[in-house]
């Protein structure tokens, strides 16, 4: 069963999103905190997963980032990774008050960027039992350097300085897309499965998806280093899937990452690239996921 939500964060932002609960059995149920990654809403495939856990026995509690989709949030279609982390931790309390939920088997999901958020989260907040890591972001800094080229990166240097010369001024946040039909146009995710993906996705699933963010996301996104508190995430036990074709947020960064991570820990490799985890390889994707939850939840 699905129902609308809504709650409000330590510093009263309004979020939005879905309850998912079993349709059979008792509560109160394991329950996993969900969001999505850069930019993306949670109709892009983040009902595949909850709905998946549901049939397994466990709830979820789904939410869009805030300034994006159905939360609240200013300025809109800005992507704070710290901001986010907060809400998550904020929304790991929301779901501690339902009486669906047991608050003592609580375990939170992310995937690409949030996928980096989930490690930073589990390694300082001890209410979360357990954790997914999809195609996760290790190193915004790194990361970016695989991403811009070389003979680029002062010129995209250059242009959030001067963001932020205008916005003291009391200017409004420069704004860029979020992903570009050409590789060498102006993308805060400058591949060509990126704009595939969201464009095709958006048309599909998700009207409520915006093709632009913040230049100060990209800023943050560069400074931004989650894989630092990836050997912290133990005693909790950690599950990561990367797909080994991923030039997105890049494989080696996530597989060096797993190596850096204590037991317990699992490693399921991915066929393809950095989005075919929520469609053409969902049937692992989604079932790892269910199952290291059943296991350290309900077992």
Request: aromatic share 10%.
């Amino acid at each position: 069963m699905r129902k609308d939500i809504e709650f409000k964060t330590d510093d009263g932002t309004t979020l939005r999103g879905w309850h998912y609960t079993p349709d059979s059995g008792a509560g109160p149920w394991p329950t996993i905190v969900m969001a999505h990654g850069f930019s993306a809403v949670k109709e892009m495939y983040l009902d595949r997963f909850a709905e998946l856990f549901a049939e397994a026995g466990l709830a979820s509690v789904v939410f869009d980032n805030r300034n994006f989709g159905a939360s609240d949030g200013q300025p809109r279609q800005e992507i704070d990774p710290w901001q986010q982390v907060a809400d998550y931790r904020d929304a790991i309390t929301y779901a501690e008050t339902l009486s669906e939920t047991d608050p003592e088997r609580i375990g939170i999901w992310g995937s690409s960027y949030s996928g980096g958020h989930v490690l930073m989260v589990s390694a300082i907040d001890r209410r979360v039992k357990c954790v997914v890591s999809q195609v996760p972001l290790i190193s915004g800094h790194r990361n970016a350097r695989r991403l811009i080229r070389a003979d680029v990166i002062a010129a995209v240097e250059a242009m959030c300085a001067d963001d932020r010369r205008s916005r003291y001024a009391g200017g409004a946040p420069a704004m860029m897309p979020v992903v570009s039909e050409n590789p060498a146009g102006p993308a805060a995710l400058p591949t060509p499965d990126s704009y595939k993906w969201f464009t095709e996705t958006a048309a599909t699933r998700a009207p409520s998806w915006r093709n632009e963010c913040t230049l100060r996301s990209v800023e943050m996104f560069m400074a931004y280093e989650p894989g630092a508190y990836v050997e912290f995430i133990s005693p909790t036990p950690l599950l990561m899937l990367v797909a080994l074709g991923d030039h997105l947020t890049v494989a080696d960064e996530a597989l060096g990452a797993f190596e850096n991570a204590r037991h317990p820990k699992k490693l399921v490799p991915l066929k393809g690239g950095h989005f075919d985890a929520y469609v053409a390889g969902f049937d692992v994707a989604g079932p790892s996921a269910r199952d290291w939850f059943a296991e350290h939840l309900k077992g």
